[in-house]
């Protein structure tokens, strides 16, 4: 799975920024906050997340290939990374998050691989 490109293809044809934005996300380990926007451009899909005050407010950056599933149902997406993956990624800097080079940052740091998928709960 390329780390931008969603797992599931249908996702970024059935769904819209405006349905999972405000969306919870769940990493593998419990909840790390809601989606504050999100694209779903082929090759470029990401996920920016709030984390509210579960680590102080800050934001990250998750490509769409660590999104492991999406329950419209409950509005949440599962994400295939730990809490401690999450907290310790490259820090989100809304100036530069779509720049190549902060791009290439994360696809380092998130890869393609991960914890792989979760039995649906």
């Given amino acids: 799975v390329e780390t931008w490109t969603y797992r599931d293809p249908s996702l970024a044809t059935?769904?819209?920024k405006q349905q999972i934005t405000g969306y919870d996300v769940e990493a593998i380990d419990g909840s790390i906050g809601k989606i504050?926007?999100?694209?779903?451009?082929?090759?470029?899909?990401?996920?920016?997340?709030?984390t509210g005050?579960?680590?102080?407010g800050k934001k990250v950056l998750l490509p769409a290939g660590v999104i492991d599933r999406?329950?419209?149902e409950n509005e949440t997406v599962y994400v295939n990374r730990t809490k401690d993956e999450i907290k310790d990624s490259p820090e989100f800097d809304e100036s530069t998050y779509r720049e190549p080079a902060y791009r290439d940052e994360i696809g380092?740091?998130?890869?393609?691989?991960?914890?792989?998928?979760?039995?649906p709960q």
């Fill in 53 to 56: 005050p579960w680590i102080f």
């Fill in 70 to 72: 999406v329950d419209t």
């Fill in 36 to 50: 504050d926007d999100a694209t779903l451009e082929a090759d470029s899909g990401h996920l920016v997340v709030d």
């Fill in 108 to 119: 380092g740091y998130y890869g393609s691989g991960g914890q792989g998928d979760r039995d």
């Fill in 14 to 16: 059935n769904l819209t």
